[in-house]
């Protein structure tokens, strides 16, 4: 070993016995509150789930938000208030036949916390059925190790109006794709009006219900297609980009606002989510030749 390199090792140790643990204190900011009020025109029990925001460097259970008045009311005069049922979870039961089900209603949520109202409104559109549910086989290979079956639904937009879907699928009661992502349609295509009245296009039929797994003889497919209004097809459009933000051109994290106002019925920043009343439709087929 020569003079310089028995130099620079003593000097690397004596660093290294000086390092020192620093810890930094972070601003964690302001807590802001959060409504995941998505219910359906479906005659079941509905839940908007309320909570605050945990500090971001912290790996908490997110607390819930307790205490707060929840009612849904429709410019038809109805009102349908919502009970806290358990911590952050406010529900509606519906008595036997009833749901909140008019078609061209908008229904505005309110929120009342701490003295502070927060307002949503979300008009029920209507949505087509579901046709067929059917199922192609495909063989191994191009990246598939067995053989197996390629899901493709069928159904029409409604024709003369401007419509946005929300398609879900679930494989055996399991969520298709990615929970970042939501497929999302409009006049059953990407865009436009030339998809008006017409059956959804293929790549919606087909790639918004299918795993990168074919499906396979008996297993359980369930596809549902929500209707929703324009300013929620834009905010799952900003929340994907959020969750999927990464890699050589992310940009830092920030607040989503959805939808909620304040009693003013203007912008604010104190409360995060969004409120969306969809019509459901829902079709279910097991994987068969």
Do not use: H
């Amino acid at each position: 070993m020569n003079f310089k390199t028995y130099i620079f090792l003593l000097f690397a140790i004596s660093l290294m016995a000086c390092e020192d643990i620093i810890d930094v204190d972070l601003d964690q900011g302001e807590i802001l509150l959060v409504a995941d009020a998505f219910i359906t025109s479906e005659s079941a029990i509905q839940t908007i789930k309320l909570t605050k925001t945990a500090p971001y460097f912290q790996s908490q259970t997110v607390p819930p938000l307790e205490g707060a008045q929840v009612v849904i009311k429709g410019d038809d005069g109805s009102i349908y208030p919502f009970n806290e049922t358990s911590p952050g979870n406010y529900s509606w039961v519906p008595q036997l036949g009833e749901a909140i089900d008019s078609i061209g209603t908008i229904y505005t949520l309110e929120i009342d916390y701490k003295g502070e109202r927060f307002l949503s409104s979300s008009k029920l559109n209507p949505v087509p059925p579901i046709d067929t549910i059917t199922f192609e086989f495909e063989p191994a290979g191009l990246g598939q190790d067995e053989d197996g079956y390629i899901a493709e639904f069928q159904a029409r937009d409604i024709a003369g109006r401007d419509d946005f879907y929300w398609i879900k699928a679930f494989r055996n009661n399991a969520r298709v794709g990615n929970p970042g992502s939501f497929s999302t349609s409009e006049n059953g295509a990407f865009g436009g009006t030339d998809a008006d009245g017409k059956l959804f296009i293929v790549p919606v039929r087909i790639f918004f219900i299918n795993d990168e797994d074919l499906y396979q003889l008996g297993e359980n497919v369930r596809v549902e297609v929500w209707s929703i209004n324009e300013e929620i097809s834009e905010y799952f459009l900003a929340v994907e980009a959020q969750t999927n933000n990464g890699g050589l051109f992310a940009v830092p994290a920030a607040n989503i606002y959805g939808n909620i106002l304040d009693a003013n019925g203007e912008s604010q920043k104190k409360m995060l989510g969004a409120f969306s009343i969809s019509a459901v439709s829902t079709r279910t087929e097991i994987v068969k030749e």
